[in-house]
């Protein structure tokens, strides 16, 4: 299975800054995604990040405040921006293989905002 | 909203004895996962069962699916300290979807 390194994995940041987290994978993979979950809670799906183009944002998320990159298909970055405290949540990478098919995940990145 | 509810949201037995999660969701699937996730960790994979299966194990792990009731349930046997974590289904609502739509999770935790 693919084996995933995000950074970093917990920061704590001034209200109004942006974070960028990184996702790296051991093997190019089709599909990456990026979870939200705020404290006590399940995981929300933000957006699909697809390779050479612009990514796909579930409701409720944009791009403005979540701009995601993925220039290969081992790579991917997402950007809190403009950062708030409810932004204060855990925010997971994940990759998958085949639609529909177990996927895999990072370890996450805890973010805490003053 | 979530797709899936659990229930009981918290769980705590003692070492050795059986844990039952359940879920339900709202829609047709095409399969339902479910996975684990310790403390301040990522999610790991534990077993998926597609739409016309009824009961798959893995080791300790039986699942059931009733697609009738939407509903699947996790029974985790013989319980053990290092299965204290929260367990989420989720599901994939038809064949070839990429996205998982996660459940509210069961935290469970074990005694020793």
């Known amino acids: 299975s693919a084996v995933i390194s995000q950074k970093p994995s917990r920061d704590i940041c001034q209200r109004g800054t942006s974070l960028t987290i990184q996702c790296q994978v051991d093997?190019?993979?089709?599909?990456m995604f990026w979870y939200r979950q705020q404290p006590g809670q399940s995981l929300t799906l933000i957006a699909t990040?697809?390779?050479?183009?612009?990514?796909?944002?579930e409701s409720g998320f944009v791009i403005d405040k979540f701009p995601i990159s993925r220039p290969n298909l081992t790579f991917s970055t997402l950007t809190v921006s403009n950062m708030s405290p409810e932004d204060s949540s855990i925010y997971l990478c994940?990759?998958?293989?085949?639609?529909?098919?177990?996927?895999?995940f990072g370890d996450g990145t805890r973010l805490s905002i003053l | 909203s979530q797709q899936g509810e659990e229930d009981p949201q918290a769980l705590s037995i003692q070492e050795g004895e059986n844990a039952t999660m359940n879920c339900s969701y709202k829609?047709?699937?095409?399969?339902l996962q479910w996975y684990r996730q310790n403390s301040g960790r990522g999610l790991v994979h534990l077993i998926l069962?597609?739409?016309?299966?009824r009961e798959k194990h893995s080791g300790r792990l039986r699942v059931t699916l009733d697609t009738s009731k939407k509903s699947s349930s996790l029974l985790i046997t013989a319980s053990r300290a290092a299965d204290t974590a929260s367990y989420f289904c989720?599901?994939?609502?038809?064949?070839?979807?990429?996205?998982?739509?996660f459940g509210q999770g069961t935290r469970l935790t074990i005694n020793p």
């Open positions: 829609t047709s699937i095409n399969n």
């Open positions: 990040a697809n390779q050479g183009s612009e990514a796909t944002y």
């Open positions: 069962i597609r739409s016309n299966e």
């Open positions: 093997s190019q993979v089709t599909m």
């Open positions: 994940s990759v998958g293989v085949t639609p529909g098919q177990p996927q895999h």
């Open positions: 989720a599901t994939v609502l038809i064949q070839g979807a990429q996205k998982l739509v």
